[in-house]
């Protein structure tokens, strides 16, 4: 008698060692981004599983959360009481808000059987995401070289925009981190203090998700083993993630984190435009 693979994974996934390697570099990724630098790079981690879960977009951003919830877990520890309650108040309601519409139209694409719709949209999504970090980026370099460093001090109307943006689409791909460090990044905070801020809506926003995910079949007994293989991997990337943060100066962190998401703003615009144009 054969006795089946432990964990077992979900169907779809025909090759274990593919899939362990790329998710794991992914995981590493993932950690690292999240706990060192605020998250942008991480959404690539999403295309990258996607690749190990054999091209299924659905189930790859399934094994996805629970990875992104324990590396939440890491970040908000390793940063516990540094952030600053003020901005994240402010985007959490729409965020809230965000999440709901973007389970919402995953649970009109499951009703209507229609994932090619499903895919288009997606693609629009990170196209508009891509082209507003791409500018977002170009106006920042343009107001330091004219050394304008004024602080953005949120509003509740711009905290509720950017919070519904960025749960819209953290829902539909996990791609809130180019909208996340846009809304953080310009209130000149101190990099612990940007890090623990993001990480500490990361915390909240993902585990939001966790219901619609498990009501739409996102989540379940074998995403989670999947999830359960990369949990090490994650884990390590974030504990890497602190040190890289720790190794880096003020201007270096600030550099590194927009070269970060000027590189997420072209992979989305490349994705998209690939799909899109089809």
């Keep these: 008698m ?3 693979p432990w964990p077992p994974l979900p169907e779809g996934i025909d090759n274990a060692v593919l899939f362990l390697v790329l998710g794991s570099f992914g995981a590493v990724l993932l950690g690292v981004a999240k706990t060192g630098f605020g998250g942008s ?3 690539l981690t999403v295309p990258i599983l996607i690749y190990a879960c054999g091209g299924q977009a ?3 951003t399934g094994v996805t959360l629970p990875l992104l919830i324990a590396c939440d877990f890491v970040a908000v520890g390793c940063w516990w009481g540094k952030w600053d ?3 994240v108040k402010l985007i959490l309601p729409g965020a809230v808000a965000g999440i709901a519409l973007g389970s919402i139209l995953l649970w009109s694409f499951q009703r209507l059987d229609i994932a090619g719709w ?4 997606d693609a629009a999504l990170k196209l508009g995401i891509g082209l507003i970090a791409l500018v977002f980026v170009a106006l920042q370099v343009t107001r330091a070289l004219w050394k304008q460093k004024m602080a953005f001090r949120p509003m509740f109307w711009q905290g509720t925009c950017a919070g519904l943006m960025a749960g ?3 829902t539909l791909a996990h791609a809130a981190g180019p909208i996340t460090t846009m809304y953080f990044l310009p209130q000149n905070m101190h990099k612990s203090r940007f890090v623990a801020s993001a990480s500490l809506y990361y915390w909240i926003g993902n585990a939001l998700k966790v219901l619609p995910y498990l009501l739409l079949g996102m989540v379940r007994a074998s995403t989670l083993s999947a999830s359960a293989m990369l949990l090490p991997a994650v884990v390590a990337g974030a504990l890497l993630g602190v040190f890289l943060h720790r190794r880096a100066g003020p201007k270096s962190f600030t ?3 927009y070269s970060l998401l000027l590189l997420a703003g072209v992979h989305l615009c490349i994705k998209a435009i690939a799909v899109l144009s089809r």
Excluded at 118 to 121: E, T, V, Y
Aim: aromatic fraction near 4%; charged fraction near 5%; charge should be positive.
């Design 41 to 43: 790079i991480g959404i």
């Design 2 to 4: 054969t006795l089946p």
């Design 118 to 121: 499903q895919g288009m949209a």
């Design 168 to 170: 819209f689409a953290s």
């Design 255 to 257: 550099a590194i984190v």
């Design 58 to 60: 659905a189930l790859a």
């Design 85 to 87: 309650l003020r901005p």
